[in-house]
């Protein structure tokens, strides 16, 4: 359904509180990763094909998409900043997360170019996207065809993750271009990781926790090499708001400063 997008992503920085730059490096991080060939290993194939089939049938026949966010980044186990605010999605491929606490800031990607806002800076920092049928976006998958299998390399069930809640089921996603992906089978049960969390070494994994009767997204936590995590708890799920097509355009507002980012030297390119 129309283009996809893939963002570009900055090089990860040492967070500080006050570093602007840091924390867009890491909700671009957030904001990366997610879903292509579904492989099927070590759990019934029919039970998890159903869970992530049912998954995909909640948001795919919906334009718009809007919810309440509880974002929580992590270095190392420690948390390192916590936010909250409403996301909004529009097919194809566009994104606005107001975040309103601790204070209020503006993520958005109006299918070419992500923008970051922080009003109280006056500032807003531009990466620019490009289209793609490449999906790393977990969140964006949401302003996609809403198809998992552009993404994961492999799902599994996360047998090692204890849902938050007994009508709710946990999925470990391996993100496809990994490296167990580059250089091994994703249907391979070596792949998988053995003990503790599903971190994968420094392979990105995604975890996904769905209903199990309404395959409603409650939570979704990206974990990447160097002990990084952000988790997002969402909540008020709402299917077909009446969500304007101007609130995915980005008016620089007067006075403001535009800061430029672009992908690092050898980072590979978007497609």
Known sequence: MGAAVEIAILQPMT??????????AAILLAVRALVPALGLGGTPPDQLSQYVRLFEARYRAARTLQATFFEEYKDN???????????YF????????????????????DGKTAW??????HTVMRVPAKESSDWRTPLALLAGEMKVSRVCARVDFA???KPEDEATVVLR??????????????TNDAAAPKGGH????????VLFEIGRQTGELSRLVIRQGGGVQV???????????????????????VGVAIVNGELPAGEPGVK
């Not at 967070?15 to 730059?21: G, K, Q």
């Not at 491929?93 to 990607?109: A, C, D, H, T």
């Not at 970051?116 to 800076?121: A, E, K």
């Open 198 to 205: 599903d971190d994968g070494g420094h392979d990105d994994i």
């Open 231 to 253: 988790e997002f708890r969402f909540a008020k799920w709402q299917m077909n708001p009446p969500v304007p097509e101007a609130m995915f355009h980005f008016q620089v507002p």
């Open 116 to 121: 970051f806002y922080v009003p109280g800076d």
């Open 15 to 24: 967070f500080s509180s006050d570093s602007r730059a840091s924390w867009l």
């Open 77 to 87: 186990g420690q948390t390192v900043r916590t936010e909250a605010g409403t996301a």
């Open 159 to 161: 047998d090692k993750e």
């Open 173 to 186: 996603c391996r993100v496809r271009g990994a490296a167990s992906d580059r250089g091994t089978s994703v």
């Open 90 to 109: 529009r097919r194809p491929g566009k994104m606005r997360w107001e975040y309103e606490s601790p204070e209020k800031n503006i993520f958005l990607v």
